[in-house]
């Protein structure tokens, strides 16, 4: 193809989601190598020095990041790209760093007017003293991906003292009430001038004779987990909602390239109603392998993983040339 670049996918990191990158990166790495690039993988670590000789042994056009979790979708490999002026795929350092940050990104919907639970943060040692907020609630790092870490706390039950017990993400957590309901995603990709549009929404069933009473790191990656239906099949004035929503969090948070939406929707006791949606998180650096939420969505709506992926590096090469000007 006349279009072909050198492309350096980025996969492994340090974070706990380590193993879900490096099956992103390969799958990337072999459908970019399909659209014509020739694209690699490196592997990172902890060692920035590492990371640093290794593209200027690779001489990428631009990189693609497949990371996933502290130090890839933090805003932190970002700005090593950045101070190395080359192009990369997904959010810059300031929508990363925010989107990750559970509090913060909080604050950033509540200004934008998007619908949050109910919540705050706190010192781990003031869930140790007793329930933060009436039972059932949920406990989250401020600053990990995929769920790792997140506990929901039910009434009569010991999980309280099991959390501070095992709790080692800092010494401040965010409470939010927990919604009852189903799990929906919204995946988002940029538009150029059009501005970003969403793809469809997934309606996401945890298997829960498996253990999974929520979509926990377990029921998101291990196999039979989860179920996926698309488009969902709710109420389509909540469908609609969840797409505008998705689109609005990702504009807010300046988000570029692709970002999915995560939401709790309860439809427990709405009748006929649309029910209520709760926006939990936005994922600049969703999963990418050909069977994650994102690729999957894209290909109800008739974009192959191949083209997805190509489409991303043909993305960023298309920022960095407008930054330029």
């Known amino acids: 193809?006349?279009?072909?670049?050198?492309?350096?996918?980025?996969?492994?990191?340090?974070?706990?989601?380590?193993?879900?990158?490096?099956?992103?990166?390969?799958?990337?790495?072999?459908?970019?190598?399909?659209?014509?690039?020739?694209?690699?993988?490196?592997?990172?670590?902890?060692?920035?020095?590492?990371?640093?000789?290794?593209?200027?042994?690779?001489?990428?056009?631009?990189?693609?990041?497949?990371?996933?979790?502290?130090?890839?979708?933090?805003?932190?490999?970002?700005?090593?790209?950045?101070?190395?002026?080359?192009?990369?795929?997904?959010?810059?350092?300031?929508?990363?760093?925010?989107?990750?940050?559970?509090?913060?990104?909080?604050?950033?919907?509540?200004?934008?007017?998007?619908?949050?639970?109910?919540?705050?943060?706190?010192?781990?040692?003031?869930?140790?003293?007793?329930?933060?907020?009436?039972?059932?609630?949920?406990?989250?790092?401020?600053?990990?991906?995929?769920?790792?870490?997140?506990?929901?706390?039910?009434?009569?039950?010991n999980q309280r003292e099991r959390i501070v017990g095992s709790w080692r993400f800092g010494p401040v957590a965010l409470v939010e009430e927990f919604i009852p309901g189903r799990e929906i995603t919204v995946g988002v990709l940029d538009g150029g001038a059009a501005g970003p549009h969403a793809l469809t929404v997934t309606d996401i069933t945890p298997d829960a004779a498996s253990g999974h009473d929520f979509y926990d790191y377990d029921a998101k990656y291990g196999e039979g987990g989860s179920r996926h239906a698309l488009p969902a099949e709710i109420h389509p004035q909540a469908f609609e909602q969840a797409c505008e929503i998705a689109v609005a969090a990702h504009a807010a948070l300046g988000c570029s390239g692709a970002s999915r939406s995560d939401f709790r929707y309860d439809d427990t006791a709405c009748g006929d109603g649309p029910g209520r949606l709760i926006l939990l998180e936005v994922n600049t650096q969703p999963g990418m392998t050909p069977t994650s939420l994102l690729p999957e969505q894209a290909a109800y709506c008739g974009v192959s993983y191949e083209e997805l992926c190509d489409w991303l590096v043909r993305d960023a090469l298309n920022r960095a040339e407008r930054a330029r000007r």
Not at 53 to 62: R, T
Not at 93 to 112: E, G, Y
């Open 1 to 157: 193809m006349s279009f072909s670049r050198r492309v350096t996918v980025l996969m492994g990191g340090a974070s706990a989601e380590r193993e879900v990158s490096l099956s992103s990166g390969a799958g990337v790495v072999a459908a970019l190598q399909a659209a014509g690039h020739e694209a690699q993988g490196l592997d990172v670590t902890r060692d920035l020095g590492a990371l640093v000789a290794g593209l200027a042994d690779q001489k990428p056009d631009v990189v693609f990041n497949a990371l996933h979790g502290r130090f890839g979708e933090d805003g932190a490999v970002q700005g090593v790209l950045e101070w190395l002026g080359l192009p990369y795929t997904h959010s810059g350092i300031r929508a990363s760093a925010t989107a990750m940050d559970k509090a913060a990104s909080r604050a950033v919907f509540l200004a934008a007017g998007l619908p949050v639970a109910e919540g705050r943060t706190i010192a781990i040692s003031e869930l140790a003293a007793g329930d933060p907020l009436p039972a059932p609630y949920v406990v989250k790092p401020l600053d990990e991906g995929s769920s790792v870490g997140v506990s929901i706390v039910r009434e009569g039950s």
